[in-house]
């Protein structure tokens, strides 16, 4: 039997999701940081993601100003930043001074990538569609850079330990089904 589910929460029927930290970078150089798991590749060539952010974070106005952002992939290590990220805003506080995360310049976007994250996206926003309250943003990814030891053959190994949002304050890591191998 399956019970209904409120179609205001239908969405979490699609967590477990990848959480991933966005940073970008204002005109005058500032830097923040705000946790998304809305967030899917929707196309190869070109390779294009989908973005949903909220229009009351602050996230959504600096890409709106630069077009640009990185996508950075933390692994199960960075769970206590990814909260934080996710429950404060860049507009009240400078995320960059409570997260402790060393920050790197990107080749082909003005935002940096977040050294401790084990992946990267260099993305440039090429559409935006409003959706009441969020805003869909279509991005091209300019560059990808993964860790070498935990990304082979085009999939992130297990010890990557790849950070999932499952609900509200519980998250987990991936682990693989061994029946096909
Ligand atoms: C695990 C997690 C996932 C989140 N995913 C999203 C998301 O996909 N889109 C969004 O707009 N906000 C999401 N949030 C909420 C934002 O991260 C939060 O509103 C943050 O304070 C925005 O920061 P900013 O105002 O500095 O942009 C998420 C929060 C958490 C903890």
Request: charged share 25%; hydrophobic share 40%.
């Amino acid at each position: 039997m399956k019970n209904d589910v409120d179609l205001r929460k239908a969405y979490s029927l699609l967590h477990p999701r990848p959480v991933v930290l966005i940073c970008t970078q204002d005109r005058n150089g500032k830097i923040n940081v705000m946790s998304c798991s809305w967030i899917t590749p929707v196309s190869d060539e070109p390779p294009l993601i989908a973005v949903s952010l909220w229009t009351k974070g602050y996230t959504h106005n600096i890409i709106d100003e630069t077009k640009e952002f990185t996508v950075n992939i933390p692994s199960s290590k960075l769970v206590k930043q990814v909260w934080l990220a996710g429950t404060k805003s860049g507009r009240k506080v400078d995320k960059t001074k409570i997260l402790g995360l060393k920050f790197t310049g990107s080749k082909t976007v003005s935002p940096p990538a977040i050294e401790e994250c084990v992946g990267v996206l260099e993305c440039k926003v090429k559409e935006r569609i409003m959706l009441n309250e969020q805003v869909l943003y279509i991005a091209e990814i300019q560059r990808a850079c993964a860790e070498e030891n935990l990304f082979k053959n085009d999939i992130w190994i297990d010890e990557a330990n790849i950070l999932l949002h499952t609900g509200g304050k519980i998250f987990s890591t991936p682990k693989s089904v061994k029946e096909l191998e």
